[in-house]
């Protein structure tokens, strides 16, 4: 056993359940959607893409694809949640909201296909 | 993915993610603290609040407390994570810094850059192998006539002299082991724009590798090899290398025109040396005795080229008893004579006849041993013929300072033969066919060429008549004119001016013709040698690529090129046909 690969896919699996803690729940309803979650699936998302850096096979360079895309539209939702709350006063309204969960759901979408190529990987070194 | 943001990237790699980690606690803990608003509630800051706290007090902005006033708990919290914070941005820093002074980064960098350099060469370019002496002449030379070139060296010192020096073109250039093939692909051998290779290292096994891969890689490209090894030439040559030069075999030519007529090596010297510099002095040979010390490689080729000689007998020294064995079993029948012994000491020349020697050889391979003869034999018999044989490079002004009549430096041989393979293919040709020419014909030549040279050593160049690089002839010809080579030789700019310039060769097909007349006619195809200065090459470029210039030579009517002024002269002209009474 690899603590190396341990850790990295620690980072990559807490990465995808973290994000889809934030995301379930009513895509409108701010009661679903905790804040301080969002920020737990932005840190470890980041953590996780450093992590990618600098692989430079094929299927490191898709993992590092993935996770610059989560990150990216990680960063997105959690900047409109700023606007929203802090620079116009519009408040939390459920179409605040629902853009805000949109966003993290795309980057789960990501954060799966990195676990499932995580898994492909795996499973290519057993043969 | 490139090398070279892959290796940022990796060493980054924990900086970044200590830094993330850092960030999230302190963040964290700023949002769990409870502070006191200016109404006196209770008060949590809010995570984009956090955010902006932690990225101005980690980068030591330090903008003050905002937006209330902190509570104490918080200010320990922020002191805690001040500390943390700029700790680790300086660990970052430092990792970036020490990456950037990382030798191995920089290596990846001058690759990385010279194969974005060599890439982006879009132009016919020449890739040379060992920047040596030799490498350095040919670099120059290509250079001066606007061709590209690259260059691979192994050693690092011979690289940073022509990083510095001011070469016409730039020179990519990269530390290698060019026999490495991996190397030879950085360096471009597969791009279409490679035109030819030139291996003049050190080694001959490396040469031999070079050829191989390039000739493997790109079947095309024509490839120029240094060997001194006759099994490294014939292998060479097996596998299609273009040229191969051997120093001593070319320097074996050059003694054979030395002995045949001083100007035969006028010839030679004045249109293969580097131009600009200043002309040499014809070399009288002298007939007679002759003793030749040292007979290896070099020694038996001087060898072959004395012996058959009318009035030249030889007198062999060399202290290996095996070759004088070697000697005795092929000349037994001659009456050359072989001693053994080194040649440096008065007995041993005296004993091979020095006082009434026309000429000695200086041709062992140590360099100590050359000058001491030369200098022993100057002292006995000053007026000798002296050929000497100059090994090490450094030696250089030593050599020069003994005065010898005909001094044989490998490197130097070496690269105006390639400058002439490269620039000038013609020369070559040329130079084959003078050499079954007589000595007559050597004294017209010469005199020929001092009547246009002037002061310095003469420009080469070849006059191709095609539709890319003589337009104006081309047409002239298509329209069913007669061009001749006495046009050619006109000063496009006045009347009746000859240009200062020789024609050397006329070939087409494969009819050569030496010294072509100026009734030569051309045709499409004809490619002409011509030896004169740069300024005559340039306003020969006129006639060659300029219509009107051509028209002018021909029939020394200057025409009008624009439309309206040829209507004008046109009607003009026909006016002045009417006036004329029949």
Redesign the interface.
Known sequence: MNLEKVVFSFFLILALTLNFGFFIGEVDNPEHHNVYELYAVIVVNLIATVMKFGDRSQLGAMLLATGLVAVAQLISASIVWAVAVHVQDTGMTPAVMATIVSLSGGAMLANVISVILLMIEAVMLRH | ?N?VT??I?????TP??LL??VY?IA??GL?LIPGVDDKGNVWHM????AFYFISFTATTIGLGEIPYPLADAQRLWVVISVYITVITWLYAIGKILTLVQDSTFREAVTRSRFRKNVRTLHQPFYLICGMGETGHEVVTALTEEHYRAVVIEKDPDNLNEIRLNELREFVPSIIGDASDPVELEDAGIRNRHCKGVIATTASDATNLKIAITSKLLHPTVKVVCRSELKEYEENMLSFGTDHVVNPFETFSDIFSMAMKSPSMHLIYDWLTGAPNTSLSEPLYFRYGHWILCGYGRFGKQLYQQLKNHEGIDVTVIDPSEKLRDEFIDSEADSHQKFIIGTGFDEKTLKQAGIDEAAGLVAGSDNDSNNLSIIMTARAINPDVFVVARQNEFNNYDLYSATMANLIMRPREITARKIRAVFLNPLLVDFLKLAADEDAEWANIVVSRLSAVVGELKPHIWTAEITSETSPAVTKAINLGRHVYLGHLTQDPASRHVKLKCVPLLHVRGHEFSLLPEESQDIRNGDRILFCGTREVKNSMDWTLKVMSSLNYVMTFRTEPESFVWRLLHRYFRKVERRSVPR
């Open positions: 993915m090398l892959s290796l990237l990796r060493r980054m790699r970044f993610i993330i980690t999230s963040i964290l949002i809010s995570i984009f609040h």
